[in-house]
């Protein structure tokens, strides 16, 4: 079992017994997420530590659309559970790049794939990722990717 995975087990324990609800829910539906994923296709099997962070990641994605989602509706109780649920989730995320740090690094995968334009933002995509491991949303590197190759 992944040491992430048991982390959040824990963790819920923990929470639970400080009958905390909205941090206890959070990591329930994150187990929940990880077990779904773990028993998704043909054969049930286990999820490394890198795959339980990309599961958080999609989920923290979820919490953060749906916060954008009721707040623009109207709806701030709606929003401020979802942002609630969003910060739990952050803890077990690695710290999110600024904007110059994710540049620099884009900049210098991008230089090494060898894209050179629009045509290779694929290859350009991949080496980006690659860098980047995890540590900004993929909207955030594709518009960098692109503003690289572009000028």
């Not at 829910?25 to 990880?34: E, K, P």
């Not at 709606?78 to 600024?98: C, D, F, H, S």
């Not at 884009?106 to 995890?134: D, F, W």
């Amino acid at each position: 079992m992944s040491t992430l995975k048991e982390q959040l087990k824990s963790d819920l324990t923990t929470a639970m017994r400080a009958r905390d609800q909205v941090r206890a829910g959070s990591i329930r539906m994150a187990l929940t997420a990880v077990t779904n994923e773990e028993v998704a296709g043909k054969e049930h099997r286990e999820l490394s530590d890198d795959d339980v962070l990309k599961v958080l990641t999609k989920e923290a994605k979820k919490r953060r659309e749906a916060a954008e989602a009721y707040t623009g509706a109207g709806r701030t109780e709606l929003a401020a559970k979802e942002e609630a649920e969003l910060a739990v989730l952050e803890t077990y995320l690695p710290q999110q790049l600024g904007d110059d740090e994710l540049e620099a690094i884009i900049r210098e995968a991008v230089a090494a794939s060898g894209a050179t334009g629009m045509p290779q933002m694929g290859l350009a995509m991949k080496a980006a990722n690659t860098a980047v491991a995890g540590r900004a949303e993929g909207g955030r590197v594709a518009a960098v990717v692109r503003r690289v190759l572009a000028g």
